[in-house]
């Protein structure tokens, strides 16, 4: 599981979405990016489709994931 703690670009707020991880700053949880990648969007798309979110949000989101992954090894 991942530890979003140390994930700069993500926040945790028991008011917003039922207490899930959204993107800093918006009420777009984190799991709406990795659904949108397994369903083909791009990550370009993905912040076109949902404002409020950055490309360097979205891509520090990814990269904390691959580390995390790494890590657990």
């Known amino acids: 599981m991942i530890n979003w703690n140390s994930c700069p670009a993500v926040e945790l707020d028991p008011e917003l979405v039922s207490g899930a991880w959204v993107f800093r700053g918006t009420r777009v949880p984190v799991v709406?990016?990795?659904?949108?990648?397994e369903d083909g969007v791009t990550i370009n798309e993905f912040v076109e489709l949902f404002p409020g979110v950055d490309l360097i949000h979205a891509r520090s989101v990814l990269e904390h994931a691959a580390k995390s992954a790494m890590a657990a090894h």
């Open 32 to 37: 709406a990016l990795f659904e949108n990648l």
